[in-house]
């Protein structure tokens, strides 16, 4: 089984700054990458940033120069770090991760609870 614990989110004003941590637990034999998404309120969950196990890291155009995706692979820890927070970067933000685990031999998505950033402008 794999957990992942986020923690970082909160209220910022617009123009604000925070930075969003996930750490991932349990039997991982490999981690092929760990993302980030949100989720606003009636909208579809989107992918926000994501970072592969050799480093590459892509971005969803709108936060592009604002946020900055990194990880600590020795403690399978990804962090988003957001900058210039705009109103609409308002949402559930979750942490994913592609993982194979001892418990089941394929590459497989886990998903944190969620944690809300709510930017006021």
């Known amino acids: 089984q794999v957990r992942l614990v986020e923690s970082g989110g909160g209220w910022v004003q617009a123009g604000g700054s925070l930075r969003l941590s996930c750490a991932a637990s349990?039997?991982?034999?490999?981690?092929?990458?760990m993302a980030w998404y949100r989720q606003a309120p009636g909208k579809q969950r989107e992918l926000v940033a994501r970072?592969?196990?050799?480093?590459?890291?892509n971005y969803v155009d709108s936060v592009k120069g604002r946020f900055t995706i990194s990880r600590d692979s020795a403690k399978n820890t990804v962090y988003l770090q957001m900058s210039s927070l705009k109103a609409e970067d308002t949402a559930v933000y979750y942490c994913n991760a592609l993982v194979t685990s001892s418990d089941w031999p394929y590459p497989t998505d886990y998903w944190g609870q969620g944690t809300q950033v709510t930017v006021s402008s």
């Open positions: 970072i592969h196990s050799g480093g590459s890291t």
């Open positions: 349990g039997s991982i034999l490999s981690m092929h990458a």
